[in-house]
């Protein structure tokens, strides 16, 4: 009786073993990719910080790596103070659109996924969660 237990639970543990063998080596052929989000904002200081928050918190969930880039476009709201401050928890890159060119940008990441949300439509935030 005892014989039988112990050959029980020897394959239960072979068995475990094998499936965390499996899912290990299954995960180290995924490519890991990054997404790249590109923000587009202009007196976005009520949605700036929970959408940000969100993409982070949603990566995080589902184990994805991304890149936020903020581009202004003249905000004269404190859009651009809530961001500086977003910037020391998360790493967020500030850019001004004045001095930058989106196209060129773009055409900079091509290698990368990127997805280019401006806060002020509505349905590039829908697109953007349903991208993660």
Do not use: P
Not at 79 to 94: D, G, K
């Amino acid at each position: 009786m005892l014989i039988g237990l112990v050959g029980i639970v020897g394959r239960y543990a072979a068995g475990i073993v094998l499936v965390h063998w499996l899912h290990r080596r299954w995960k180290g052929q995924e490519k890991t990719r990054t997404v790249h989000y590109l923000l587009i904002t202009w007196n976005h200081q009520n949605q700036v910080e929970w959408f940000i928050r969100s993409l982070h918190f949603f990566s995080w969930l589902k184990g994805r790596a991304i890149a936020v880039t903020v581009a202004d476009e003249g905000s004269s709201d404190d859009t651009l103070a809530i961001v500086r401050r977003l910037s020391q928890e998360h790493h967020l890159n500030i850019c001004m659109s004045e001095t930058m060119d989106l196209e060129e940008w773009v055409r900079e990441h091509e290698d990368e996924q990127v997805m280019v949300v401006r806060l002020s439509q509505q349905d590039s935030l829908e697109t953007a969660c349903k991208f993660m």
